[in-house]
């Protein structure tokens, strides 16, 4: 299947919030949210109906376009970033192929020398289109506000982007995802209680421990792989990590600056783990303790050994790290 095409460059600029900030505009709350364009510029396009998973998606395509080195955002940095926000969402529509849409796409787009992230970036026509098409599909299915699977069907629906052609190619098909994504709202809606709109998710701990445990799973996978780049997406986006000095990074987009550096040991031919503990906490909480073993490079030196304690939270409908702190262990 051909994916090749060039697309023009519109003139409308994003410099989106950055998404630790993006939760001072709850769009669930009901108050207005600033526009990420610039004024003067250009402010067609408004996001005071964009949940903050929503915004975090335009952020990270403004992200993922600066790291390939594009002057504009296109529709695959936008799938890219969808991939990135919302992996329950993605999993849950069994299209969950970052990495395999990553090398698809690295095979066809050319990477640049990386722009930096404060320069002003527009939207290519077609990812203007799915931006637009993202509140048609928002008010097709008679939603406030327009969520992360509105703009997957947005995606869908401008088939010769690069980005449909991918998810195409995966399976993916537009009315099928909406009838799921309408199934799931009706449901949403019927499990609430009437004095209280938050939907009624789990029952007991067993749910709570199957979903939590499915996520570290795939996070720990990725780690022994050195998927560095798809790890920072595991955070919550005030989430922290603590090195095995007490060094500490906060927040989701300081995570991913590091995480190459943070994450490579655990990457190595000579490492290995396994589940020490787990525990589900309070609040849809959950608190697992793993043990990494470096087995020795030679036969004079020891292995080391390091915990590594991660905190969960159960959040925007996906299980995030909150805290994941790495802690030497002393062998006797």
């Given at each position: ?14 410099t ?47 992200y ?11 529709t ?12 329950v ?11 395999e ?106 749910a709570?421990?199957t ?91 020891s ?25 030497p262990?002393?062998?006797?």
């Open positions: 299947m051909d994916f090749t095409s060039v697309l023009e460059p519109v003139d409308i600029f994003i989106p919030p950055h998404p630790c900030c993006a939760g001072a505009h709850q769009a669930d709350s009901g108050s207005a949210v600033a526009p990420v364009a610039n004024a003067g510029i250009n402010s067609r396009i408004m996001f005071e109906r964009y949940t903050e998973k929503a915004r975090r998606v335009i952020f990270f395509a403004r993922e376009a600066s790291q390939y080195g594009s002057t504009y955002i296109d695959e940095h936008i799938l890219l970033a969808l991939l990135r926000e919302d992996r969402l993605m999993r849950h529509l069994h299209l969950d192929f970052a990495g849409i990553r090398d698809e796409i690295d095979k066809v787009v050319r990477r640049g020398e990386r722009v930096s992230t404060s320069v002003e970036m527009p939207l290519s026509a077609d990812s203007k289109k799915i931006l637009q098409r993202a509140a048609e599909e928002a008010d097709r299915l008679a939603d406030r506000h327009i969520d992360t699977q509105h703009i997957l069907l947005g995606i869908l629906r401008v088939e010769k982007s690069l980005a449909a052609k991918l998810l195409l190619a995966k399976g993916a098909k537009a009315d099928t995802i909406r009838l799921q994504v309408a199934q799931g709202a009706a449901s949403a809606r019927a499990s609430t209680k009437p004095s209280d709109a938050t939907p009624i998710t789990w029952v007991g701990t067993g709570v421990t979903g939590a445990l499915t996520t570290l799973d795939q996070f720990l996978g990725l780690l022994k792989r050195g998927a560095a780049d798809q790890l920072a997406g595991f955070f919550d986006h005030k989430g922290q990590f603590i090195d095995s000095s007490g060094k500490r990074w906060i927040g989701r987009a300081e995570i991913e600056r590091g995480a190459e550096t943070l994450l490579a040991p655990f990457a190595k031919k000579n490492a290995s783990f396994r589940l020490e503990d787990t525990t589900a906490g309070p609040s849809h909480t959950f608190v697992a303790s793993v043990l990494w073993e470096f087995a020795a490079a030679s036969v004079d030196r292995k080391s050994v390091l915990r590594m304690s991660l905190v969960l939270a159960w959040a925007d409908e996906q299980w995030t790290i909150v805290l994941l702190q790495v802690t262990v002393t062998l006797s």
